[in-house]
């Protein structure tokens, strides 16, 4: 079993940063793939950013040259690094991690950019 926990979320104006924090605890050693999906109200949930554990990456085309994902494996740490954020990137971001066949997901965290 994989848990993980995401922090950072908030309130900012359009055009300000965030940086999105996800801790995984448990199996995570033999994690493949870990990052982020989000969902506005009324929307799916869609992915926004993915790091594999073979170096590569993965964006939605709504956040790339805007986010960076990035993965710390001592800390057992996923980030979310969001420049230049718009109303339409507010929602809820919930981090996600695979391993093998078995998909987990955290709580979720809110972030609402609006002036």
């Known amino acids: 079993q994989v848990q993980l926990v995401e922090s950072g979320g908030g309130l900012v104006q359009p055009g300000e940063s965030l940086r999105l924090s996800c801790v995984g605890s448990g199996n995570t050693a033999t994690i493949v793939a870990m990052g982020w999906y989000r969902q506005a109200p009324g929307k799916q949930r869609e992915m926004v950013a993915i790091a594999i554990s073979d170096g590569s990456t993965d964006y939605s085309d709504s956040v790339k040259g805007r986010f960076t994902v990035s993965r710390d494996y001592a800390k057992r740490t996923a980030y979310l690094q969001m420049n230049s954020l718009k109303p339409e990137d507010t929602a809820v971001y919930y981090c996600?991690?695979?391993?093998?066949?078995?998909?987990?997901w955290g709580q979720g965290t809110q972030v609402t950019v609006s002036s």
């Open positions: 996600y991690a695979k391993r093998g066949r078995s998909e987990y």
